[in-house]
């Protein structure tokens, strides 16, 4: 089995790429089967989420061609079947994505319910709320979202809670429905407007995408198309704190400095300087941060997706710092990974009250899901000693190459599979 292997107390100093977004990504490669003509996908993270839904949409029928890493043709004119039976499918959250796309084009779809990382009750009612208000009939059998109607139509559709998926799901199959659809309470964030502007470019008429009311009028066809997907904010995110926690000093390239204005205002609140270029952020550190409270909003609030990243920061920083996670109840599953690393932290309920230590010591822990693993890679950077990572699969769902794009900025980190490898790391790095 594959760990990560970190020795910690290096400033990350550098430049790196980021990828583009896992979670626009998702969605749109989701979407451009609803073409007959071939869409060319851009800035395609290499990441394992993404190529386990591709060999889902080759499995139902459609034509994929890897033209280099991150780049994909795909063509929707060959598929043959709307029910997705593939095992590794139940395991990502967005399989639920290929519901909104089959129904748009092929008014049928069973899809299984999906999986995704445990970090609390994820329900789909909300999109299935939304389908039904759209005429689709709506079957839960045997694990399998079973979808049909024989014309979807258009529909106003008031969202309960903000929710990214319903969003973008609605937005999709609504884009060939008959008639015009209305999204209220939408959700804002990057990748709903990304995939807006994706749908777009395919021929489709959607208005104020990013804004909390979307209008969208469907077409009866969508054209080829080629599309670069935008910079993923979690993972600039996610660099951005580990500049922050080991005292570093990183550029971030390929990056929309807009998206992450709410890590941004926290880094700076807690004694970061934070430079902004047109597509490049530059973080620096220079001593210890000092305490803050953050609350999870979405977009464009702090972001759950960051909330075990700034975990980590404030488990370092001076004072006690407050986080509140309002999106998920399970998200505070890396607070006991830390504690075994030296950290003070107390969970009572959504809130997590941090008491900072000045350093943190090496131990092995295990990830317990996509974000909070990464979080529990930066506490290993900044820690004293020997650091092993368990179950770094959850991470390589979300993050390319996390260990070489760390190992570019100075880090200490490698994958290793053997006790052997564990000796040989620590052989050379002393
Ligand atoms: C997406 C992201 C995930 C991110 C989350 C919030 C993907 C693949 N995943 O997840 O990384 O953490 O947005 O930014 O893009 N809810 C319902 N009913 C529904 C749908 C959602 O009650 O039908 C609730 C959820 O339980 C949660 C809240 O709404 O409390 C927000 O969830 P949502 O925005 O839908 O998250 P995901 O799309 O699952």
Sequence with gaps: MEQYIIKGGIPLVGEIDISGAKNAALPI????IMSDETVTLENIPDVNDINVLLEAIEKIGARIVRVDRHTVKINGSTISECGVDLESMKKIRASYYLLGSLLGKYKKAEVPLPGGCNIGSRPIDLHLKGFRAMGVKVDL?????????DCMHGAHIFLDIVSVGATINIMIAASMASGRTIIENAAKEPHVVDVANFLNSMGANIKGAGTDVIRINGVEKLHGTTYSIVPDMIEAGTFMVAAAATRGDVVLRNVIPKHLEAMRAK???IGCEVEGGDDSLRVVAKHRLNRAHVKTQPYPGFPTDMQPQIGVLLALAEGTSIVTE????????YVDELARMGASIKVEGNTAIIDGV???TAAQISAPDLRAGAAL???GLTAEGFTIVDDIGYIKRGYEDFDAKLRSLGAEIETVTSERDIQKFKLKVG
Excluded: H, P, Q, T
Aim: hydrophobic fraction near 45%; charged fraction near 25%.
């Design 358 to 360: 000045d350093k943190l």
């Design 326 to 333: 309002s999106i998920f109840e399970n998200r505070f599953k």
């Design 29 to 32: 490669i989701s979407a451009a």
């Design 377 to 379: 890679v930066v506490a």
């Design 141 to 149: 059998r045997y694990g399998n979202v079973i979808a049909g109607c």
């Design 267 to 269: 880094l700076e609140e």
